[in-house]
């Protein structure tokens, strides 16, 4: 039995805007496991965000439970919660939304020093390895603005581990990348998920859904299906025909879900 990390309940979202109720997260049961590298995939509309942002504490549930480490965190208040996500999540989204008067380099500083019973000294280690690993020793010392498309994505992934999470959420870390730089994006989830990190990533392309060991299929509110995969091996991101092996077991599934 795999150890689940983070368990929803029957977990329901309803927006209520100008009078009007949009039913969105029907009755979601959910574990995910822990070094599980979980990939969502699913129509427009039909509820992937709102379950990342809920499942990871970004918004409040309208009913239902989501357990992390025995705590319900829909309980918490916002205090507690903000502190959890500094401490045990981190998130990933479609644009880097990196502090444009911060350099690289400060962007993954700043959230590190919140890190509890972390010296500073210890910090800088940790973001100088991180800048190092993604690649952004030469830009380090550049603004947002001074940085490419890639360069950024890859600052905001620093920034998402820099205080070693136990999740990363993602939702559409490639989505505004071209394919260089979405392969290396997805190259820096997959080794980070092989050094123990789990994974939660929200996915339109299936030659990205295929990094995880597990994919989820969503559809107007509710898992409508799931597929296993054998883990992702590092090792073989640039052989051809294992991508092309695992994409066509995805497309069969996703074919027999009607996608
Ligand atoms: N703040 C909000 N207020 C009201 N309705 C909302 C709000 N946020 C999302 N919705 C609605 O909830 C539904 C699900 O939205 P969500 O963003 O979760 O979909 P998604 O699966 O992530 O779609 P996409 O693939 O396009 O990103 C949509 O019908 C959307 O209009
Ligand atoms: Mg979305």
Request: contains cysteine.
């Amino acid at each position: 039995m795999r150890e689940a990390i983070l368990t929803a309940r029957r977990l329901a979202k309803t927006y209520v805007a100008d009078g009007v109720q949009t039913h969105v997260l029907g009755s979601v049961d959910l574990e995910l496991y822990d070094g599980d590298f979980t990939s969502v995939m699913g129509p427009s509309g039909s509820g992937k965000s709102t379950l990342l942002y809920c499942l990871s504490g970004m918004d409040a549930l309208t009913s239902g439970e989501v357990v992390f480490e025995g705590v319900d965190i829909a309980r918490l208040d916002e205090g507690r919660l903000s502190e959890l996500r500094a401490q045990s999540f981190g998130f990933v989204f479609q644009a880097a939304n990196l502090v444009s008067n911060l350099t690289l380099y400060e962007n993954v500083a700043v959230p590190g020093y919140l890190k509890r019973g972390r010296s500073v000294a210890q910090t800088r280690r940790v973001v100088d390895g991180l800048i190092e690993r993604m690649g952004l020793s030469e830009v380090a010392s550049h603004l947002p603005s001074q940085a490419s498309g890639g360069q950024k994505q890859r600052c905001a992934v620093a920034r998402a581990v820099v205080n070693e999470p136990a999740i990363v959420f993602a939702d559409e870390p490639t989505g505004a990348l071209n394919r260089a730089n979405s392969l290396e994006v997805l190259d820096l989830l997959s080794e980070l998920n092989r050094d123990s990190i789990s994974v939660l990533m929200v996915t339109h392309d299936v030659r990205s859904a295929i990094r995880g060991n597990r994919v989820l299929y969503f559809e107007d509110g509710g898992i409508r299906g799931e597929l296993e995969l054998a883990p992702w091996d590092p090792s073989f991101s640039r052989d051809e025909a294992y991508v092309r092996e695992r994409e066509a077991m995805a497309s069969a599934w996703l074919a027999s879900l009607s996608w």
